[in-house]
Every structure is written in C-alpha cells, then in structure tokens.
C-alpha cells in the first residue's frame, strides 16, 4: 500500500457543473501551501448554499485571492513531481478547471485516496475524519493528513 505524503483539498463555488475552485490547500508533514482563488472572468456560477459552508465572499475572493496562473505556477513550483492525495475524486475536477484557466500544465499528480490504499482502507480512513468538517482547504486537508496516519499507526 502506497501511502501519501501530500494532502490536497479544494473549496468550490458550488457544486454545478460550472463551479470553479476558490480555495487550495496542500499539506505534508514538511510543508503547507495554500491560497484562496481569485475568479477567472468567465467564472459566474456562484451558490450562497456553499458560501454559508466554507464562509468566502465573492468580494473577499476579488479582493485577496490570487490569479489562477499564479496559484497553478506556485504549484507546480512546489510540488513537481509529487503525487497529491485527496478525499474526494471532485478535487480532480476543480485541479483541472485551475490548470485549465491558467492555461498551463501540471508538473504533478493529483489522485483520490483509493487509488493510494484501495476502497477498503479509504472507507476505513473516512470514518476517520471528524464529522463536523470545517469546510475551508486547510483544515480539510490536514484532517485527512491526520485520519491516514491514524490508520496507518492504528
């Protein structure tokens, strides 16, 4: 069984095929990086159902949030050649909406948790995670971080 070094998490606009990320956050037992994501002009779909979840404004994503190239250049900077884990197969979709508007490729990997430990032990791992998530890219993040090493020092 592979186990993940880097730990990635993702906070949306929303759910609907036309969301976009607004938050990245990668995390290792070495290193944090994360950034909120200022709008690409053709982002509009925006759901005040996921506002109320995660707590960002569109203002305050306008306001402090980097462009996506620059958030996707500071990537790839940081973690060429490194597999990412996330905890949800959506994380790739916005991984690739990012790249996408920022026009460049990846110089890494993302990939779900199952594909690091198989089904079993993610859904083992899951359990693990608390069950009131902070919805923000940070802490979700390093709460898979922890639940992996729980499992695996389990």
């Known amino acids: 069984m592979e186990r993940a ?19 990245v ?32 404004t569109q203002d305050h994503l306008l306001q402090e949030g980097d462009p996506p190239h620059s958030v996707a250049e500071r990537m790839n900077q940081l973690f060429s050649g490194q597999v990412l884990c996330s905890d949800s197969p959506q994380d790739v979709f916005w991984f ?16 779900p948790l199952e ?6 032990a993610a859904s083992d791992i ?6 009131t998530r902070h919805h923000r890219a940070s802490n979700d993040a390093i709460a898979l971080m922890n639940a992996c090493r729980a499992f695996f020092e389990a």
């Open 5 to 23: 070094s880097f730990f990635v998490d993702f906070e949306a606009s929303g759910i609907a095929p036309d969301s976009y990320p607004i938050e």
């Open 96 to 111: 690739d909406v990012l790249y996408e508007a920022a026009d460049l490729r990846p110089t890494f990997e993302l990939k």
């Open 25 to 56: 956050a990668v995390v290792s037992s070495e290193t944090s990086f994360s950034s909120l994501i200022r709008p690409a002009r053709y982002w509009t779909h925006w759901s005040f159902d996921a506002q109320d979840m995660h707590g960002l």
């Open 126 to 131: 899951y359990r693990l995670l608390p069950t």
């Open 115 to 120: 594909v690091f430990v198989g089904r079993q």
